[in-house]
């Protein structure tokens, strides 16, 4: 079966940008599917806007490949893992990079509460001595 899709365009709405492809199939009406991404989620995941019609064309073309004997759905939305598997699999170097300076936040934050917890049991101790 032959499949014409068309990217339509996106819409900003206030928590996720929304966007819209045409899927016109010889046999029946064109569809519209539409695929959300958080517009937190592009900040998080290190992904730029013009990366996301690309990203959503990609799904689309898997979830026909999968939908052999069912029909699509017409919403989809776009996981943080998938984020991140487009951005490894397109900005390997870059995505290095993100996870890097998550890891160091970690670190950082866990080297906190070390010290952290290290007052409080001096501070115990201290009240423990009188």
Same mark, same amino acid.
Do not use: W
């Given at each position: 079966?032959?499949?014409?899709?068309?990217?339509?365009?996106?819409?900003?709405?206030?928590?996720?940008?929304?966007?819209?492809?045409?899927?016109?199939?010889?046999? +029946?009406?064109?569809?519209? +599917? %539409?695929? %959300? +991404?958080? $517009?937190?989620?592009?900040?998080? @995941?290190?992904?730029?806007?013009? !990366?996301?019609?690309?990203?959503?064309?990609?799904?689309?073309?898997? /979830? #026909?490949? $999968?939908? #052999?004997?069912?029909?699509?759905? %017409? @919403?989809?939305?776009?996981?943080?893992?998938? &984020?991140? !598997?487009?951005?490894?699999?397109?900005?390997?170097?870059?995505?290095?990079?993100?996870?890097? /300076?998550? &890891?160091? %936040?970690?670190?950082?934050?866990?080297?906190?509460?070390?010290?952290?917890? !290290?007052? +409080?049991?001096?501070?115990?101790?201290?009240?423990?001595?009188?």
């Amino acid at each position: 079966m032959t499949a014409n899709i068309q990217y339509v365009g996106f819409k900003s709405r206030a928590i996720v940008r929304e966007y819209s492809f045409l899927l016109r199939e010889s046999s +029946i009406e064109p569809q519209e +599917i %539409t695929f %959300t +991404i958080l $517009n937190e989620a592009f900040r998080s @995941h290190g992904l730029g806007y013009q !990366d996301a019609p690309d990203l959503c064309s990609l799904k689309l073309h898997r /979830e #026909m490949a $999968n939908s #052999m004997d069912r029909p699509l759905k %017409t @919403h989809y939305r776009i996981s943080g893992t998938e &984020l991140d !598997d487009y951005r490894y699999s397109h900005f390997p170097k870059a995505a290095t990079a993100l996870y890097r /300076e998550k &890891l160091h %936040t970690i670190s950082s934050n866990v080297s906190l509460a070390r010290a952290i917890l !290290d007052v +409080i049991v001096c501070l115990q101790f201290a009240l423990d001595e009188k």
